[in-house]
Every structure is written in C-alpha cells, then in structure tokens.
C-alpha cells in the first residue's frame, strides 16, 4: 500500500510549492483515514526545510474533532502542520473550522499559480479566447475563467482619495482595513494592502482593489478585485467580495477573473423572511461563483 | 485572422472639435462596417477618463487591460485588445476610466498607432471632444481624418477650426467631412442648414450623410452599432461610408426620398398636384 500511497495519494499542490496535498478520501471510515495518513507520512520523503504544510482532502468522510486532533498530532510529530482541509461533509466542515483550520469544499479544480507575471499573448486569439463565456455552471452568474491580475498602481490611490496604501503586513490573518464612508463614482479607484469596506455603491467605471476581502454596503457595479497581489505580496484565492447586490462588470479574485454576462438578465433579489439577502463572490471549483449570504442562518 | 494586405494599414482618425457630435457612434460603425467588408480593423478609443466605445461596441464587461497600461508596459498592446463578440477580425484597444488624458503623450500614441498598422488593415482612433491634449494625441499617429460635424452653426464653427488645425498638420493627407443627424424634413422647411451650405462653409469633401435616427439611440444602448442592423437609415448610411473608406464609389444616399409606403402615396399625390 505504501507506495501507492506515495503516487496517488501524496502530490504538491500545484501553485503552493511548500504546501502539500494528501489525499485521505478513499478511506471509508476515519479509522482507516488515520491509517492511510500514517503510512503515507512514513512512506513519505520530503525536505522537511521546505515543506512544512499540509492540506488534506477527505472528500466525504465524516470526522470528529477528535480525529482530526488526532490527524494533527501524526503530522505534528513529522513536522508538519495542517493548512487546509478539504471535506464536503458539512459536519466535518464545521469540526475542522472547529479546530481553527481552514476549510473548503474541494481542492482547486485547475493548478493555478499565485504571484504570477501576466501570460503573454503574442497571438491576439489568445486574450480574446479567455474572456469568452466558457459554460453556464452558476445559476446566478455565467462565465468565468482564471486569468492574471492585470499590475496595480500604487500611486493612483494616493492621488485620488489621498491614502497611503503601503502599509506593513505582517500576518494575512491581521490585514487592516480601509473604511470608506461614500460612494465611489466612475474614474475612482481606490487600491489597499489589507481589507476595503465601503459604505455606499461601487459605480460602474471605479476600480476597488484589495490584498484582502471587500464589503460594498450598498450595490458593486463597477470592477472589484479582493485577494489581489499589490506590491508583490501574495494574492489570495480565499478573499470575498461582498455586496448587497453584486452586478459588477467584472469581479477578480486572486488569479481568478468572472466578467458580467453580455445580457444581463434582470436581478434577482431573493427575499426570505420579508429580507433582501447580501451576496457574496468567492472562488469555488475553480471559479468565481456568486452566492446569497447565508451567514447566521 | 491575417490582415488582408501586406501593405501598412491606415490610421484614420474620427474627430469634430464639439463634443456629443457623433465621434464615437461614428467610429463604431466605420469600424464594425469595415470588419463587415472584411478587414481587419483596430478601434482605439483615446479619451481617457470618458470612455465610451466599449459601450457603444458592447464590451464593457471585457476589458482587462486598457491604453494605458500599454503605453506604461504594463503588457503588450495585443493583450490589451478587446476582440469583437461578433466578428473576429475587429478589436477594440480602450482608454483607462480612472486616468486623465495627460497619461498619454503624443509619442507613445505615434509608436502605438505605427505597431497596430502593422497588424490591421485598418486602426480608427476616435477622439475626444475639444482641441488640447487628448485631440493632439488622438491625431499623433493618424494619416487620415474624418470629421463628424450636424448641421448646426456651433457644430460646424468647431468643425472649421478642427480641419485648420488638421491641415496644419503634414502627416494628415486626407480629411473629409461626415454630416450626421441630418433632418430632411427640416431642412425642406429651411429650418435647418442644408447639406450644400455646410460643405460650402467649410470647403470639405462630404464622406456622408447620417439622418437623424431614433434606432441610433437604441442601438448605442444595446451595445450593437447600428451598421449591423440592415433595415435602418442611418445604418445604410454608415455602411456606405465604410465602404468609401475602403475605396469604393458609392452614390450619396437621397435623404428626400419617401421611405414609407404612405410616403410614397403622398408624394405621388404631391407630384400630380404641382
């Protein structure tokens, strides 16, 4: 089994060189799944300089808090710390969230590479090829498709709203974050290392840029851009933007970019108890999906 | 999709000194009605902070890198191109929204156009409205212009000092007029200059003539240029236009023409009554 283990089950996620993915979601129960992970651990070599992260896929499995404690100690003990897990057991997702890690419902669908120059297209077919609608996965919101940030500019920023945006990060868990108590009319842009939160609407036109989520108190009509890379720190996938309408004509997260449909078929509110619900955009499966915030619910 | 010469393409730009004139409804439909015919065609939109022919052209949602991310080389002015949602072989390059005209200077706009005729048969520049900055760099890079001018004493006071300030110019070896938002109704009752009194004023060849059209209003907020849509004046007008551009020889529409069939019945009573 140990070799097996070594081919199918262990592979570093692509984009994250120091992280790797180990998968446990062909065990059937946890037992097993505690099995598989120690085996694959001694069967593992890895430069324990290099790797010291771990993201673990256990796909439909049900684990308790327990377990994974108990996961976290085999790894602990080879000097590796859990990152990720993915699990699409909401049960398992709320221990593991539980437990302080992050979680997401599956592994990227596509290897995407952070940090990143934008590709060049010498053939003109190319740029136009990947803003074109792919499918139609999302029953709010139709095409996506990853693409490089376009590079940011600094000074725009400051010249516009008079803010200093380079700020010192530390941890990305401890972003600071940008109030803005006003609309934002076309031609605006606003760029910020850290988290943006605006009270008012996102015309269409204005630019919102982000290292970290964003929050719109108001309707995001304009392009926003949440995890984006702003002076060579890392972009993260896992930002969100937030709306209480999103009809942005594009929305960017990370590497990941979704434009608008070309018809924009009228909008949607979902009310539910007598309450028009806020959306929020993240990257799931690969892409940026729209969704009704559930939060508290 | 290959240009369709070997030969450097033509830089024309769509200009007219007053504003809300027809510039980029204009440069839409030459555009979209080349790439129609055939070519190859580039849009560059050089008003920068006011951009609108990524709306008039429907691709607002697409654009991720604009003229001025090329011209600070932040990519390549391919990756920055929009590629048409309907035809493969027209592309738009759009201003930025969140610069002013000032982040373009008249060499960078000169390289720019000398790069795209390379690629494309033809690279319609469409201007902003006045005649500082954003004019000088819209025709840096031009060898032809066409003037969009509407039978108005304001429009065609602008137009004039527009064609002085294009002859000044030695790279510009053709320049014509195209007289948009016509109104044969008012000009039979002489309530609006006729045809002939602007060409005269201005002692400008006419590249055409647009009729004052509900659709153009319509189309422009659908984001379809009118050029496409095959029952419409001013889109007939348009695709004659492109087709003069191109080098064809195209008679002049005949505006007085009755158009309806009701139309027809009244001026054949009209006819048989004088």
Redesign the interface.
Same mark, same amino acid.
């Given at each position: 089994m140990s070799s097996d283990i070594r081919d199918r089950d262990l592979e570093q996620s692509s984009g994250h060189e120091n992280v790797l993915l180990i998968r446990l979601d062909r065990a059937s129960n946890s037992a097993q799944a505690l099995t598989m992970l120690t085996d694959a651990i001694q069967t593992l070599t890895f430069n324990p300089e290099k790797i010291q992260q771990v993201n673990l896929n256990v796909g439909e499995l049900m684990l308790t808090q327990n377990v994974l404690s108990k996961m976290q100690h085999i790894l602990k003990e080879a000097g590796l710390q859990i990152e990720t897990i993915y699990a699409s057991l909401p049960q398992t997702q709320q221990a593991a969230l539980d437990s302080g890690f992050f979680v997401r419902e599956k592994p990227p669908a596509q290897p995407f590479v952070l940090n990143t120059k $934008?590709p060049?297209?010498?053939?003109?077919?190319s740029?136009?090829n990947i803003?074109d609608p792919l499918k139609k996965s999302d029953p709010l919101w139709g095409d996506k498709q990853p693409?490089a940030p376009?590079?940011l500019n600094i000074e725009?920023v400051e010249e516009v709203l008079n803010i200093s945006a380079h700020q010192a990060q530390t941890s990305s868990d401890k972003k600071n974050t940008f109030y803005l108590k006003q609309s934002l009319r076309?031609?605006?842009?606003i760029q910020y290392d850290g988290h943006v939160t605006i009270i008012g609407d996102v015309h269409?036109?204005?630019?919102v840029t982000a290292s970290g989520d964003i929050l719109v108190w108001g309707e995001l009509r304009g392009i926003a851009h949440a995890g984006a890379n702003i002076d060579g720190a890392k972009g993260d996938y896992r930002s969100e933007i937030r709306a209480w309408k999103i009809e942005a004509?594009?929305l960017r997260i990370a590497d990941y970019?979704a434009?608008? $449909?070309?018809k924009m078929f009228h909008h949607r509110d979902v009310v539910t108890e007598g309450l028009v619900l806020p959306e929020v955009a993240k990257v799931s499966d690969g892409e940026i999906k729209i969704y009704k915030e559930t939060i508290g619910r | 999709m290959a240009k369709t010469t070997k030969n450097a393409g033509r830089v024309i730009v769509i200009t007219s000194g007053k504003g809300g004139v027809g510039k980029t409804t204009t440069t839409a439909n030459i555009g979209t009605g080349l790439a129609r015919m055939g070519y190859k065609v580039a849009l560059v939109d050089t008003d920068i902070?006011l951009r609108n022919l990524d709306l008039l052209m429907?691709l607002?949602?697409?654009?991720?890198?604009n003229i001025v991310?090329v011209v600070e080389g932040?990519?390549?002015v391919?990756?920055?191109?929009?590629?048409d949602?309907r035809m493969?072989n027209l592309?738009l390059l759009p201003a930025a929204?969140?610069?002013d005209k000032s982040a373009l200077s008249e060499e960078q706009m000169s390289t720019l156009c000398e790069q795209l005729k390379q690629?494309f048969d033809f690279v319609i520049v469409d201007s902003p409205a006045g005649i500082e900055q954003g004019f000088q760099n819209a025709i840096a890079g031009a060898n032809e212009a066409v003037v969009v001018c509407t039978p108005e004493m304001s429009a065609v006071r602008d137009a004039d000092r527009i064609i002085g300030l294009l002859e000044a110019r030695e790279e510009i070896t053709n320049y014509k007029l195209v007289l948009n938002r016509v109104r044969p109704n008012m000009i039979k009752t002489n309530d609006m200059m006729d045809v002939d009194d602007v060409l005269e004023i201005l002692s400008v060849k006419l590249l055409g003539l647009i009729p004052e059209d509900k659709d153009i209003i319509i189309s422009t907020n659908k984001?379809e240029p009118i050029v496409t849509s095959d029952d419409s004046l001013a889109g007939q007008g348009y695709r004659n236009i492109a087709r003069r551009v191109a080098g064809e020889d195209v008679p002049f529409m005949n505006l007085d023409a009755p158009t309806s069939f009701v139309d027809k019945i009244k001026g054949f009573f009209n006819r048989s009554a004088s």
């Open positions: $934008p060049s297209f010498d053939d003109l077919d740029i136009a803003l693409l376009p590079a725009q076309s031609g605006k842009t269409t036109g204005s630019e004509l594009q970019i434009r608008r $449909p070309d | 902070g429907g607002e949602n697409r654009i991720v890198y991310d932040r990519c390549k391919l990756q920055a191109m929009v590629k949602k493969p592309s929204q969140t610069r690629e984001g």
